[in-house]
């Protein structure tokens, strides 16, 4: 077992080692870098601003650009009013009583007030076409029926008794509904077939017999089973034993051969050592 785990340690180890020189060889053919953009580079000149004005005036078509050309005017600040506002003047307020103006009087106070909007009008005579009223009817008196004389009636002296009940009462039962469909006498019915019974009780014995049969013959078949397979065991096992003892007898066999094959050599070893110092 240990040569065989060294064997597969050799062989993961020098695969492992193939597999890193190939990448070292082949590695920087197959996965080289990518080339970087090369940085491109110019020349960059300065310019005075003398040299800038005729740039610019050679782009318009005119002369050289005045000095106040790009000027911002500058924006005036506003003025600060320094001096407080000087406060309004003070009026004065006119004076009612002087400034009211006197009611005219009138000419000539009334001698007497116009009241004709509240004296009583005279009433106007207004023609109608409405017809006549017909005279109310003179309303019709009702007498009263006379009142019947008062009946004396007689007070009984003693209470009544009850009357006795009569023989037929007593002897009349009340009488159930009954309908019309009620039979008074049904029919008789049959009589069983002779036999009927001990069928039937057959039938029973034979359904109990059959199912206690298959009961007794799976058992059977269980039992068989069971045997079976203990007796199968006990063959192996005896196989078993006898696979091993012949195993041990082999072996010891095998041992004992060695020993006499190890003894045979040796005796011939001792016998041509004899024979060289015979010699």
Not at 75 to 93: G, L, N, R, Y
């Amino acid at each position: 077992m240990s040569d065989r785990e060294e064997r597969i340690g050799w062989w993961i180890s020098g695969v492992a080692h193939a597999a890193l020189i190939l990448w070292a060889l082949l590695g920087g053919v197959l996965f080289r870098p990518q080339p970087s953009q090369p940085v491109r580079m110019t020349e960059v000149a300065t310019m005075s601003g003398a040299e800038f004005e005729e740039y610019a005036a050679a782009s318009r078509g005119a002369g050289p650009v005045a000095p106040d050309a790009t000027a911002v005017a500058e924006i005036s600040e506003p003025e600060t009013e320094d001096a407080p506002a000087a406060a309004p003047s003070e009026t004065a307020a006119p004076d009612s009583e002087k400034a009211a103006q006197e009611l005219a009087q009138p000419d000539a106070s009334e001698a007497q007030p116009d009241l004709s909007d509240f004296e009583p009008r005279e009433p106007v005579n207004v023609a109608t076409d409405l017809p006549d009223t017909p005279a109310a009817p003179e309303p019709v008196q009702e007498t009263a029926p006379p009142a019947p004389a008062e009946s004396t009636q007689p007070q009984a002296d003693a209470q009544p008794s009850r009357p006795a009940p009569s023989e037929q009462d007593e002897s009349a039962e009340p009488v159930a509904p009954r309908s019309v469909l009620a039979l008074d006498q049904s029919t008789r019915p049959q009589d069983r077939p002779d036999g009927l019974v001990e069928a039937f009780n057959a039938r029973v014995a034979e359904q109990e017999a059959a199912r206690e049969a298959a009961e007794q013959a799976s058992r059977e078949a269980e039992r068989l089973a069971t045997e079976a397979a203990e007796a199968a065991e006990r063959q192996a096992a005896e196989q078993a034993r006898q696979e091993a003892e012949a195993a041990v007898s082999a072996e010891r066999e095998a041992e004992a051969r060695a020993e006499e094959e190890r003894r045979a050599a040796e005796q011939a070893a001792r016998e041509e050592e004899q024979r060289r110092a015979e010699e």
